[in-house]
Structures are given as structure tokens and as C-alpha cells.
């Protein structure tokens, strides 16, 4: 097929776009800007480049007309972030498209009730992010189901993978806090540091989107979780993260209040919308209807991703020269 794909530079297209390559798609990757995937590939030489401002052609009412004019067979849309911005696509791409597929979030699910949380459950979501993205949702499966519009929606967890920050055990994204607990520090988590967060890695991400265009039949008119097959909880990720370094684990905890005084604003405010959702996801109908089977567990796709900001360390460029 020929596969269009918008935002595909960013963490999920690094490990998609090869992907799609090797089952001999013909691809075209839609980006602002020329910045370069996180990991290298060979197979970036045989795809198409095409650089747009998303924003800005919408403004104009034009972008949707010019995916359209690329005339492909499905399009992969990684950056949607508005109910406006998917009306949009979908009417230019009406009747010219055999699938269209939606990068959602988990985080549509809001707090979590029932875990692990299946797609089935109701969508109670809170803040911006998962609001606007469960519109996108609801949008595009009344699309589906009502006007047969061809939409599949993938919600991920967590993306890691080597080149940016992940989510560390306090349920934030400073790097520091790695380095405290492979020096033997102490680490204080808010509350129990029984909250939960789940990763996924960017790779299981882009198995997760080939599978369902493998299996269009199955997967247009759904929804799907692409997570690890586990979620953790802060305090056992602070623990396990501390085998690694062979180091015994020094853990203390204090209630949310106190516990968010002792750390930057940017960082209480990522752990407050981490630890508030908790997520635990199902991957049970992924696996049935698409045949999605994660590679990684959570610990195996932060491990790869701490070792690889180690590398950076190392080399002289530091943790905060990554991207996120």
C-alpha cells in the first residue's frame, strides 16, 4: 500500500516507518519540520519526505486536501490533538481512503475504575490531553460505525524508548531521579507509592499499528490498548530500578501535600496527572483482534532507555541533552 503518515518522525514513526518499509509499503512521512528520527535506519533512504505545517494549513483550510492529493491507500495520523483537527482529515480523506488510523491515549479512561481497565470501560477523562482526546475517540467511531469512514483508534501507554526521558518511578520525567536511586540515595515517593503507571515501549507502539492494518477487517470501527502486558506501581519500579544498579533500595514516603513541596512544580505537576490516572490496561482484546504481543515488559523498555541516556552521559552530552 501506499502508507502516508503524519508526525512520523517523533518516537512511535522511529520504529514505524521502518516497519512499514520492510513489508514493502510505499511511504510518505509528513512533518513540520526535518528533524531526524531517534534511532537510525536504512530504511528512511526509500521514504518520502513531505514537510507541512500542520497548524497552519488547517488555518488555511488546505491540509486536509493535501493528504488527499498524495493519494494514498491509508494514512496514519500520529499527531492529532483536536476534535477540529480530526473533522478536518476525515472529511478531506471521506470515500479516498482504505484505512485511517488515530494514535489516541490511555489516558481517555480518566481515573481508573475496574483494572485492568478494558476498552469497554466508561470515558470519565480529566485535563486537557485525555479530554480532547476522547473526543477525537467518540468523533471517529461514530464516523465509522455511522458513515463508514474506515478508523481504527490505538491508544498507548507510556512510550519509551532510547533518545528521551521516561517516566521514572515518582511518576516524572527528571532525570535525577535515576541517578539518585543508582547512587544508594534516598528516594521519597508521594503517598504509598502504590500508584501505578504503564509503560509501553515505542517499538510495541509500531507492532501494534502494523498489525492493525494487517488485520483492516478486525480493526476498523474499533479502539485498542497498546501497552506492556503489566503496569507498575512507583514503588516496586524503585525497586526494581535499584537490582539493577546493585544497590539496596532506600525508600521513604510522605502524603501528596507534604511530598510535592519537595520537588519542582514541572515535576509535581507530571507525577500529580500520573499518580491521579493510575493506569492499568487490558491488552486482551489488542491480542485477540489484531494478534499484538508486546516485546517488551515495562522494566525491559525503561531499562533500555536508562541505558541508553547512560550512553549519552558518557559521552559528554548529558541527560538533558535528550529529547522528550
Known amino acids: 500500500m501506499k502508507i502516508v503518515i503524519i508526525g512520523g518522525t517523533g518516537h512511535i514513526g522511529t520504529y514505524l516507518v521502518p516497519r512499514l518499509v520492510e513489508r514493502g509499503h510505499e511511504v510518505v512521512c509528513v512533518a513540520r519540520g526535518a528533524r531526524d528520527p531517534y534511532t537510525a535506519s536504512g530504511a528512511w533512504r526509500s521514504v518520502g519526505r513531505v514537510s507541512i505545517d500542520r497548524a497552519k494549513e488547517e488555518k488555511a483550510g488546505s491540509f486536509g486536501g493535501k493528504i ?4 494514498p491507500d491509508a494514512v496514519i495520523d500520529l499527531i492529532c ?4 483537527s480530526a473533522a478536518h482529515i476525515v472529511e478531506a480523506l471521506r470515500g479516498k481512503v482504505q484505512h485511517f488510523l488515530s494514535c489516541g491515549t490511555i489516558w481517555v479512561h480518566g481515573h481508573s475504575t475496574v483494572v485492568p481497565t478494558t476498552e469497554e470501560e466508561p470515558r470519565k477523562p480529566f485535563g486537557d490531553y ?3 482526546k476522547a473526543d477525537i475517540e467518540r468523533f471517529l467511531l461514530g464516523e465509522a460505525r455511522l458513515r463508514g469512514f474506515p478508523a481504527t483508534i490505538l491508544h498507548p501507554g507510556h512510550i519509551v524508548g532510547p533518545g528521551w526521558v521516561p517516566l521514572n518511578p515518582a511518576g516524572n520525567f527528571n532525570p535525577k531521579v535515576f541517578e539518585t536511586i543508582a547512587s544508594g540515595g534516598e528516594l521519597t515517593l508521594p503517598n504509598l507509592g502504590l500508584e501505578t503507571v504503564h509503560h509501553v515501549h515505542a517499538d510495541d507502539v509500531a507492532q501494534a499499528f502494523c498489525r492493525a492494518l494487517e488485520r ?11 501497552v506492556s502486558p503489566a503496569a507498575l506501581t512507583l514503588r516496586g519500579y524503585a525497586e526494581r530500578v535499584s537490582q539493577w544498579f546493585a544497590v539496596e533500595p532506600r525508600l521513604s514516603f510522605l502524603p501528596w501535600d507534604q511530598w510535592k513541596a519537595t520537588v519542582s512544580a514541572e515535576d509535581a505537576a507530571a507525577t500529580w496527572d500520573h499518580i491521579a490516572h493510575s493506569p492499568c490496561c487490558s491488552i486482551d482484546k489488542a491480542r485477540r483482534m489484531l494478534g499484538y504481543e508486546p516485546r517488551f515488559t515495562s522494566l525491559e523498555a525503561v531499562r533500555e532507555s536508562v541505558a541508553a541516556l547512560m550512553d549519552r552521559s558518557s559521552e559528554g552530552t548529558g541527560a538533558s541533552a535528550t529529547r522528550r
Open 68 to 71: 488527499a492529493a498524495m493519494r
Open 81 to 84: 490533538f483536536t476534535l477540529a
Open 130 to 132: 485525555g479530554i480532547w
Open 216 to 226: 483492516r477487517s478486525a480493526a476498523v470501527g474499533e479502539s485498542f490498548h497498546v
